[in-house]
């Protein structure tokens, strides 16, 4: 095969994939937006947590909300619960790698919180844990996942918010991923600043 052939098969895969996502999921991310926005209102924080390229995108969303997205503002509470290697290996060593996101919701969230947990293929068993222990902390969860949404799709309460990318190919997601956080952040910023 042609190497830009090839190339261009990854665009015209991820343009399908995204416009498939924006038909889907477009309602629910201005849903999930609205709700972040009540979290932070109430001043509550916003915790991300996931692994690998998910690892990435929890900190990038949190970045985006400490930082900024496009417009100025005063910085938004936001931590990535995947960044505090200190915390990460402790966790890891002493207790078990599927803890290391729980431990944390379990000390930082309080009800007013919410988890936006990043998953492609909705099975990452520390990700489950921390959905669990948002629960029993009485707060809210915004779900990343793809394909069929895994076991995430199964114990999420009907409170909760599922962006479920249409895709099998976790490239794919990934891609969809960041864009939905783009989305996300754009619209807090609408919210919050006005704009058109």
Not at 115 to 126: E, K, V
Not at 167 to 194: F, K, N, P, V, Y
Request: charge should be negative; aromatic fraction near 4%; proline fraction near 2%.
């Amino acid at each position: 095969m042609d190497l830009i052939d090839r190339v261009n098969g990854h665009f015209l895969e991820s343009i399908a994939v995204k416009q498939e996502a924006m038909e889907l999921l477009s309602p629910g991310v201005a849903v999930a937006a609205e709700r972040m926005v009540t979290c932070l209102m109430n001043e509550g924080k916003i915790l991300a947590c996931g692994n690998g390229g998910s690892a990435a995108d929890a900190q990038h969303f949190a970045a985006e909300m400490v930082g900024r997205f496009e417009k100025e503002r005063p910085g938004l509470a936001a931590i990535s619960l995947a960044t505090d290697t200190s915390a990460l290996t402790a966790i890891g060593n002493d207790y078990d790698f599927d803890m290391v996101f729980s431990k944390q919701v379990r000390a930082l969230g309080h009800t007013n919180d919410l988890l936006l947990a990043i998953s492609t293929s909705g099975n990452s068993a520390n990700v489950i844990e921390a959905i669990y222990a948002a629960h029993e902390r009485g707060m809210s969860v915004i779900a990343l996942t793809g394909g069929d949404g895994g076991k995430i799709t199964e114990i999420l309460s009907p409170e909760d918010m599922h962006l479920n990318v249409p895709s099998l190919r976790t490239c794919r997601i990934q891609e969809t991923h960041i864009l939905l956080i783009h989305a996300l952040c754009d619209a807090i910023d609408c919210m919050l600043l006005g704009g058109e």
